[in-house]
T-cell receptor, first 116, second 115 residues
Framework: AQTVTQSQPEMSVQEAETVTLSCTYD???????LFWYKQPPSRQMILVIR??????QNATENRFSVNFQKAAKSFSLKISDSQLGDAAMYFC?????????????FGKGTHLIIQP | ETGVTQSPTHLIKTRGQQVTLRCSSQ?????VSWYQQALGQGPQFIFQ???????GRGNFPPRFSGLQFPNYSSELNVNALELDDSALYLC??????????????FGPGTRLTVL
């Protein structure tokens, strides 16, 4: 079974600086998707960024970018120019591609604190 | 805002009771998934419904059951509640169960407390 590991329970960064959140995963599949979700205190899980495993190019969404290392099974999230609104729990998630209904497999999350 | 809504926001039940949670999918989405998120943990997949049928299930016992209706709204039913069922229950909708368009969009969740 696939697993997702987030080794940083909590990270703190100064406003306007850059922070990187780590995620590793374990799977025997060759084709899959990876996601980062943000969960603020309001509890609603918000999609931040997604990556298709067959794509070598790292995904980017404005201030958010990923470093996807397929061989190392690593999928880190970089947040540039951190803002107070970025404070939240961040979850890394995996999903096998090619149909099926396995659902998302989540890590335990990283609590991101933004220092003003 | 994702367009996915859930009700109620909070719920308190006692051990042994039954509970029904509701979810309204984002417009145009035909697949709904349910997740249980215990305090301090990531969400865990309960099951998924596609075109009114369960087509995938995580490691949850049969007392967790669901329904999906023709308008793609959904219910999660939990029988014989246990203390460990206390959690945030998240509903997520997506367009179809395969392909890259399977990105799931989450509702705000229902906080269930079992006493």
């Amino acid at each position: 079974a696939q697993t997702v590991t987030q080794s940083q329970p909590e990270m703190s960064v100064q406003e306007a600086e850059t922070v990187t959140l780590s995620c590793t995963y374990d799977t025997s599949e060759s084709d899959y998707y990876l996601f980062w979700y943000k969960q603020p205190p309001s509890r609603q899980m918000i999609l931040v960024i997604r990556q298709e495993a067959y794509k070598q190019q790292n995904a980017t969404e404005n201030r958010f970018s990923v470093n996807f290392q397929k061989a190392a099974k690593s999928f880190s999230l970089k947040i540039s120019d951190s803002q107070l609104g970025d404070a939240a729990m961040y979850f890394c998630a995996y999903k096998k591609s090619g149909g099926g209904a396995d659902g998302l497999t989540f890590g335990k999350g990283t609590h991101l604190i933004i220092q003003p | 805002e994702t367009g996915v809504t859930q009700s109620p926001t909070h719920l308190i039940k006692t051990r042994g009771q039954q509970v029904t949670l509701r979810c309204s999918s984002q417009s145009g989405h035909n697949t709904v998934s349910w997740y249980q998120q215990a305090l301090g943990q990531g969400p865990q997949f309960i099951f998924q419904y596609y075109r009114e049928e369960e087509n995938g299930r995580g490691n949850f016992p049969p007392r967790f059951s669901g329904l999906q209706f023709p308008n793609y709204s959904s219910e999660l039913n939990v029988n014989a509640l246990e203390l460990d069922d206390s959690a945030l229950y998240l509903c997520a909708s997506s367009l179809n169960p395969s392909g890259f368009t399977d990105t799931q969009y989450f509702g705000p969740g229902t906080r269930l407390t079992v006493l």
